[in-house]
Nanobody, 127 residues
Framework: QVQLVESGGGAVQAGGSLRLSCAASGRTFRSYVMGWFRQAPGKEREFVAAISRDGSITMHGDSVKGRFTVSRDNAADTMFLQMNGLKPEDTAIYSC????????????????????WGQGTQVTVSS
C-alpha cells in the first residue's frame, strides 16, 4: 500500500494562496481515490475535497467551493490542493487520505472509509 506525505503548508495572510501537495510512495497511486480533510483545534475533522482515481471527478466541501481546487498527477504519484482566497477560518491541519477502489470514477467523502492517512501539514491564516 502507499504511504502519504503532505507538504506546502505554512502561514499566510487572509486573501493569500497556498498549494498543498500529497506525495505517495509506491507505484499503485493510480489505484486509490484520494481526499483532503482538515481539522482545527477543538473541531471535528472536515471534508475538504476528493478526487477519483483517474482525476475525472472531483468534489469540494461547501466551505471551500470556488476557492480550493483538488487535482492529481498520476505520473508523479502526487495530489494537490490549490487554496486561493484563504480565510482565517481555513486555519487547520490538512491531511490527505487514500482508499483503494476498483472503480476509476469513485469519489469518497467520508473520512471513516479512507484507509491510509498522511501526517498532516499546518495551514495558518491570519487576518
Amino acid at each position: 500500500q502507499v504511504q502519504l506525505v503532505e507538504s506546502g503548508g505554512g502561514a499566510v495572510q487572509a486573501g493569500g494562496s497556498l498549494r498543498l501537495s500529497c506525495a505517495a510512495s509506491g507505484r499503485t497511486f493510480r489505484s486509490y481515490v484520494m481526499g483532503w480533510f482538515r481539522q482545527a483545534p477543538g473541531k471535528e475533522r472536515e471534508f475538504v475535497a476528493a478526487i477519483s482515481r483517474d482525476g475525472s471527478i472531483t468534489m469540494h466541501g461547501d466551505s471551500v467551493k470556488g476557492r480550493f481546487t483538488v487535482s492529481r498527477d498520476n505520473a508523479a504519484d502526487t495530489m494537490f490542493l490549490q487554496m486561493n482566497g484563504l480565510k482565517p477560518e481555513d486555519t487547520a491541519i490538512y491531511s490527505c487520505a487514500a482508499d483503494r477502489t476498483i472503480s476509476p470514477q469513485t469519489i469518497v467523502t467520508l473520512a471513516s472509509i479512507y484507509e491510509i492517512w498522511g501526517q498532516g501539514t499546518q495551514v495558518t491564516v491570519s487576518s
